[in-house]
């Protein structure tokens, strides 16, 4: 089965703090997705990768970067997080062709910025 | 940008009954991918189907089955025989053939009621 694992299922942050979220896959994906998901917005993409150190701006990358290292993991960074970045943050993957097209999702970390 | 709309943001449906949730998506493109996704209450989103947009033959899955009409870029999906364990926020998602972006709706509530 593929898995996709995020560092942190819940995590609690201050105002101003640099924050890291780290998502793993274990399946070869080429591409990866950080998404936000929040009460009646869906899901929103942040940022996607296709690529080791390659990178392409989503929906809303404004207060975020992200850093693709190596093949199979994924890293979304808050650089000073605030308190309307608080939400639901989503990790995917998926191949870039193939049989297989669909994302395989993480379990999701719950930020909340105080 | 491709965008999915499901206009039913809650839904509810007696157990052993039937319930269909819409999906209409706008792209210019003949070629494409569409899925259902599944979130249930804190837990993982997960496949519940998929379409080529290339088969004329509706996808099934067990109780799961859509209703692709191409023309009219409408993609409903209808759950047989509802159990307790189908409530969740189901998600109707959009992919290109020829990018690795996918387009999400912003979710239907499914509450299944015992």
């Known amino acids: 089965d593929v898995k996709v694992t995020q560092s942190s299922r819940y995590l609690v942050k201050r105002t101003g703090e640099k924050v890291f979220l780290e998502c793993v896959q274990d399946?070869?994906?080429?591409?990866m997705f950080w998404y936000r998901q929040d009460p009646g917005l869906g899901l929103r993409l942040i940022y996607f990768?296709?690529?080791?150190?390659?990178?392409e701006k989503g929906d809303i990358p404004e207060g975020y970067s992200v850093s693709r290292e190596k093949k199979e993991r994924f890293s979304l960074i808050l650089e000073s997080a605030s308190t309307n970045q608080t939400s639901m943050y989503l990790c995917?993957?998926?191949?870039?062709?193939?049989?297989?097209?669909?994302?395989?999702f993480g379990p999701g970390t719950r930020l909340t910025v105080t | 940008a491709q965008t999915v709309t499901q206009s039913q943001p809650e839904m509810s449906v007696q157990e052993a009954e039937t319930v269909t949730l819409s999906c209409t998506y706008d792209?210019?493109?003949?070629?494409?991918?569409l899925f259902w996704y599944k979130q249930p209450p804190s837990r993982q989103m997960i496949l519940v189907i998929r379409?080529?947009?290339?088969?004329?033959q509706n996808a099934t899955e067990n109780r799961f089955s859509v209703n692709f009409q191409k023309a009219a870029k409408s993609f409903s999906l209808k759950i047989s025989d509802s159990q307790l364990g189908d409530a969740a926020m189901y998600f109707c998602?959009?992919?290109?053939?020829?990018?690795?972006?996918?387009?999400f709706g912003t979710g239907t509530s499914l509450t299944v009621i015992p």
């Open positions: 995917a993957s998926s191949f870039i062709s193939g049989s297989s097209y669909e994302q395989y």
């Open positions: 399946m070869d994906h080429e591409n």
């Open positions: 990768s296709y690529d080791v150190k390659m990178k």
């Open positions: 792209t210019s493109e003949s070629d494409y991918y």
């Open positions: 379409q080529e947009a290339y088969k004329q």
């Open positions: 998602a959009y992919r290109s053939n020829t990018g690795n972006q996918f387009y």
